[in-house]
C-alpha cells in the first residue's frame, strides 16, 4: 500500500516523499489505519519494521486535519539517548512543511539548550523518561497540553528499569480519556499489556510477525569456543571476510570497552559505544559509523539502540545474550529492508546455559561447529594491560546508566539534581543549606540501595525481574507519587488534623509515626489504611 492512498495532508505528504518513503511497510500501514480514530494502540513490532514513521505520520496527521487535535502536543518516550536523537531527525524530515517543531530531551548534557527549546515552543517531544521528570520537577516543562502519548520499545524500557518513572510521567499527564495513547514494543509479554490496560482506552492490539528473519534472512553461526580464544577468533573472522561494516554485541559496559581497545590495538578500524560515554563523544562515534569512516562498532544492547545503519554486513555476538529476545534484536539488524545478512555467535563455557532459550524461542537450532586453530587469527594485543576511562567501570554505575560516584550535570538524572543541589547551597542562607545537604544525604543514599537492589536483580530472569516490579510497584490507592514528580513536600491525609485513630492513640506528625500495629483512620474517605503501605510508599519516594 502506498501513503498517497491515505490521502494524507498534502505538506505531510511531502516530507514524506524527501523522506524517500513510498510504500508503507505493514506497521506503518496497520498503525495509520487503526489510530485515524483516535483509538489507543499497543503494538508488537521489531526493530527496523519502520515503527517510529508509522506512530510519527500517525499523530502528526491528526494535527493537521482534526481541530480538536490542533495545538496538542505529543510526548515520544524513547530509553536511550541514541534512540531520542534518532527518532527527531525522522521527524524534523518528515515534518519540514507542517510548521511542527520538534526537540529531543535527554541526560548526559546541559538544561539550557533544551530549557531555551521549551520556551520558543516545541510541538513533538522525544525524551527520555528521566530527564522529563527533571524537566518537570524545575518547572520548567508543562505536560497539561499533551494529547498524544507515545512510549517506544517498551520492552527495554522494563529491562532498564524505568517502569517506576512511566508510571509517574503517564499519572501526570491529561486522563487517558483526553489523549491518544500509543506503545509499542518488540515483545508483548504480560507486563507490558498490564502498563497498556491500566493507562489506555479499550487499546488495539496490532501484531507484526518479523521473527522470521532470523531462520530465512540471515546466515547464522555459532561457533563454540572457549573464553579465552574469543578475541583471536573474532580477530580471525575479521581478518578473513573483511566485512564493510560490523556490529559486535557484548553484554557489559566493561567488556565493551576493552575489546574495543584490543581490536583497535590489532590495526582494525573499531570504535565503542557504552551507555555512559559523554554525549558529545557518543554522537561523534555514531556519526562515524554510519559515514563509514569506522567499519567496526563494539557495543552494549542498551547502547545500541537507536543505532540504524541499512547496510550492516555482520554481526557478531561475542557474548551471548542473556536474553532470548535480544538474539533476535541483535541480529534483525542485519537483515534490514529484505536483505541478508551475516550473523556469527560466539559459544563460550560461560555462555552455554543461554543457549538452549534462544533456540527455543527461535523455534530453531542454530547451525554451529568447534573453534579451531585455522579460524583463529593473531592477537597483538595479548598480554597487554587495558586502562579502563572512568565510565567503563561497570560497578561504577546503576542499570540506568547513572553515575553513582560522580555528581554534578550530565551524568544522569540523580547525579544532575544532586549538582544542582550542591550549587544552589552555596548561595543559600543557614537554613536552606542545611536543608539541601539533607536532601543530597537523602540521594546518596537512594543510590546505594538502588545500587544494592540493581546487584540482587542482575541474577533475576527478565520474567522474574518484572515480577518483582509488579509486586514493589503496584498502583495502589493512596499513592504518593504525585509528590515526588510535583517536587513538593507531603501533604499526607494521615497528617491532617481531623484524623482520628483507634484506642486514641495520637499521630505524630512531625516524626511521621504510626504507632507499632494500629491502624490509621481517615474521617475524609472511608475505609481503613495501614501504615506499612504508606511507609513503604515513602521510602521508594525517598521522602523522610
Not at 487503526?34 to 503494538?43: F, I, K
Not at 513538593?488 to 484524623?499: Q, R
Not at 509515626?513 to 472511608?526: A, I
Request: proline letters at 2%.
Amino acid at each position: 500500500m502506498d501513503f498517497k492512498d491515505f490521502n494524507l495532508d498534502s505538506r505531510l505528504m511531502e516530507g514524506i516523499q524527501n523522506a524517500g518513503y513510498e510504500k508503507c511497510t505493514p506497521v506503518q500501514e496497520q498503525v495509520i489505519s487503526a489510530s485515524g480514530d483516535g483509538s489507543d494502540l499497543y503494538v508488537q513490532s521489531q526493530t527496523g519494521t519502520g515503527k517510529t514513521a508509522a506512530y510519527l505520520i500517525a499523530v502528526m496527521q491528526e494535527i493537521l486535519t482534526k481541530s480538536e487535535c490542533s495545538g496538542k502536543k505529543v510526548l515520544v518516550l524513547v530509553p536511550t539517548r541514541e534512540l531520542a536523537v534518532q527518532v527527531e531527525m525522522e521527524c524534523r524530515t518528515l515534518c519540514e512543511k507542517t510548521g511542527l517543531v520538534p526537540f529531543s530531551f535527554y541526560g548526559g548534557v546541559g538544561y539550557e539548550k533544551q530549557v531555551k527549546a521549551i520556551e520558543k515552543g516545541v510541538d513533538i517531544l522525544v525524551a527520555t523518561p528521566g530527564r522529563i521528570i527533571d524537566l518537570q520537577e524545575q518547572k520548567k516543562l508543562d505536560l497539561s497540553n499533551v494529547g498524544f502519548a507515545i512510549i517506544d520499545e517498551a520492552d527495554r524500557m522494563f529491562d532498564m528499569g524505568f517502569y517506576p518513572d512511566l508510571r509517574i510521567i503517564l499519572k501526570h499527564l491529561p486522563q487517558a480519556e483526553q489523549r491518544q495513547t500509543m506503545l509499542f514494543s518488540a515483545t508483548l509479554n504480560t507486563y507490558v499489556k498490564n502498563l497498556a490496560w491500566e493507562y489506555t482506552r479499550d487499546a488495539k492490539e496490532i501484531t507484526i510477525e518479523a521473527e522470521n528473519i532470523t531462520v530465512d534472512e540471515i546466515d547464522q553461526e555459532l561457533i563454540h569456543v572457549s573464553s579465552d580464544e574469543k578475541t583471536k577468533l573474532l580477530i580471525g573472522i575479521l581478518s578473513r571476510e573483511k566485512p564493510e561494516s560490523t556490529i559486535i554485541f557484548c553484554n557489559t559496559k566493561k567488556g565493551c570497552e576493552i575489546l574495543g581497545k584490543r581490536l583497535a590495538l590489532n590495526g582494525f578500524s573499531s570504535e565503542y559505544i557504552i551507555g555512559d560515554m559523554q554525549q558529545s563523544r557518543r554522537l561523534k562515534v555514531l556519526n562515524d559509523f554510519k559515514a563509514g569512516k569506522v567499519s567496526i562498532l563494539v557495543a552494549t544492547d542498551v547502547a545500541a539502540r537507536g543505532i540504524d545503519v541499512t547496510d550492516l554486513a555482520m554481526v557478531v555476538n561475542y557474548d551471548l545474550p542473556n536474553e532470548p529476545e535480544n538474539y533476535v534484536h541483535r541480529i534483525g539488524r542485519t537483515a534490514r529492508a529484505g536483505k541478508s545478512g551475516k550473523a556469527y555467535t560466539f559459544c563460550s563455557e560461560k555462555d552455554v546455559y543461554d543457549l538452549m532459550p534462544i533456540e527455543r524461542y527461535i523455534g530453531k537450532s542454530i547451525p554451529s561447529r568447534v573453534c579451531n586453530s585455522e579460524m583463529t587469527g593473531e592477537d597483538k594485543s595479548e598480554g597487554i594491560y587495558i586502562k579502563l576511562d572512568s565510565y567503563g567501570d561497570d560497578d561504577n554505575f546503576d542499570k540506568r546508566g547513572r553515575d553513582s560516584k560522580r555528581g554534578g550535570r550530565g551524568n544522569g538524572r540523580d547525579s544532575g539534581r544532586n549538582g544542582r543541589s550542591d550549587r544552589r547551597d552555596g548561595r543559600s542562607n543557614g537554613g536552606r543549606r542545611n536543608e539541601k545537604r539533607s536532601n543530597a544525604d537523602s540521594y546518596k543514599k537512594d543510590r546505594r540501595d538502588y545500587a544494592k537492589e540493581r546487584e540482587e536483580l542482575s541474577n533475576l530472569s527478565f520474567e522474574e525481574r518484572m515480577e518483582v516490579y509488579k509486586k514493589k510497584y503496584a498502583d495502589k490507592k493512596g499513592s504518593d507519587s504525585k509528590k515526588r514528580f510535583d517536587g513538593k513536600k507531603s501533604n499526607s491525609k494521615f497528617a491532617g488534623k481531623n484524623s482520628n485513630y483507634k484506642n486514641n492513640k495520637k499521630y505524630d506528625a512531625k516524626k511521621n509515626k504510626v504507632p507499632s500495629g494500629k491502624k490509621v483512620y481517615d474521617n475524609n474517605k472511608k475505609g481503613v489504611k495501614k501504615q506499612g503501605l504508606f511507609a513503604k510508599i515513602k521510602a521508594f519516594f525517598g521522602r523522610k
